[in-house]
């Protein structure tokens, strides 16, 4: 599983699970709840019902069903086109941006590349110009988003506007509104609709200054 694909750890990075939870459900020794399997399956980029298999069967027992469950859940971890993870030494070159990106904003002709489990479709690389984000973000940091990993409130995100414009900070979201304020203590906040955030990516790696 480590040769090739994802190992454990990044597995439980990507859908918020415990490694020894996720190692249980390898083992057998526990089942995973409806819940787990969602957030595994968004983790591998796969719907649930693949990861679950086609056997809705109610002749199965239970411990029949989740043993089909278990070896389709192994395969799924061997195959790297699920993963997201390319070769383990080698990243991907990703857009680098010298600002929040945005619908106007271009990135700039030099590319950087980033480590060998950033590799999603989408994912850019930003070079941190000020301190509203500091101690997490220092002028000078490249920080990498990434639009595959689930966030959630308070983490630091990239988000693209609607109106064409960009942001970096924290995201916090109130029912169908979205909180953006920086992480240095003081920093202005705004709050915006959900449909008003063209994109949200996640704060997933930093490279320091």
Same mark, same amino acid.
């Given at each position: 599983m480590q040769q090739r694909g994802m190992n454990l750890t990044?597995?439980?990075?990507?859908?918020?699970?415990?490694?020894?939870?996720?190692?249980?459900?390898?083992? +057998?020794?526990?089942? $995973? +709840?409806?819940d787990a399997l969602g957030k595994l399956a968004a983790a591998l980029d796969v719907s649930t019902g693949e990861l679950m298999g086609p056997f809705v069967a109610p002749a199965l027992s239970t411990k029949e069903q989740f043993l089909l469950q278990l070896e389709q859940l192994k395969e799924l971890l061997l195959k790297e086109d699920l993963s997201g993870i390319r070769d383990a030494t080698a +990243?991907?070159?990703? $857009?680098?941006?010298s600002r929040a990106p945005s619908l106007k904003e271009r990135p700039e002709p030099k590319r950087f590349l980033a480590p060998a489990d950033v590799t999603e479709a989408g994912a850019y690389a930003v070079r941190i110009g000020d301190d509203s984000n500091s101690p997490r973000l220092q002028p000078g940091d490249v920080a990498v988003f990434s639009p595959s990993v689930p966030w959630k409130s308070g983490d630091v995100c990239a988000v693209v506007l609607a109106d064409g414009g960009g942001y970096i900070g924290r995201v916090g979201r109130r029912g169908?509104?979205?909180?953006?304020? +920086?992480?240095?203590s003081g920093s202005p906040s705004?709050?915006?609709?959900?449909?008003e955030a063209k994109t949200i990516h996640r704060l997933v790696w930093i490279k320091t200054s």
């Open positions: 990044k597995l439980a990075t990507r859908s918020e699970l415990a490694v020894s939870s996720i190692s249980r459900y390898l083992s +057998g020794r526990q089942v $995973p +709840g409806a +990243g991907v070159s990703l $857009p680098l941006y169908r509104r979205l909180v953006l304020s +920086g992480v240095k705004k709050t915006i609709s959900v449909d």
